[in-house]
């Protein structure tokens, strides 16, 4: 990581892993199916996978991934 602190609200990606499982070819239509598969409070963090098909229903891509999301700020002095 470049920073210790998170700035924002939305996830940052700190692990992304795709993988070709078959051939995708000009033309193909391609399906996702993404889940999240697992989620660490405490580390802010939710990993999802993917998998996706083409028209025939042949698999030919996986992947796998980790967001981190920020901590929220405790309100500053008044």
């Not at 998170?6 to 070819?25: E, I």
């Not at 992947?63 to 500053?76: E, M, N, Q, V």
Request: glycine residues 8%.
């Amino acid at each position: 990581m470049l920073t210790a602190e998170l700035v924002g609200t939305v996830g940052v990606s700190v692990r992304d892993c795709f993988w070709f499982t078959g051939a995708v070819r000009y033309g193909d239509t391609i399906i996702f199916d993404i889940w999240i598969s697992g989620k660490d409070e405490a580390n802010r963090t939710v990993d999802w996978q993917a998998a996706a098909r083409n028209e025939a229903g042949t698999e030919v891509l996986k992947a796998d991934a980790t967001l981190k999301f920020p901590r929220k700020k405790a309100p500053g002095p008044q």
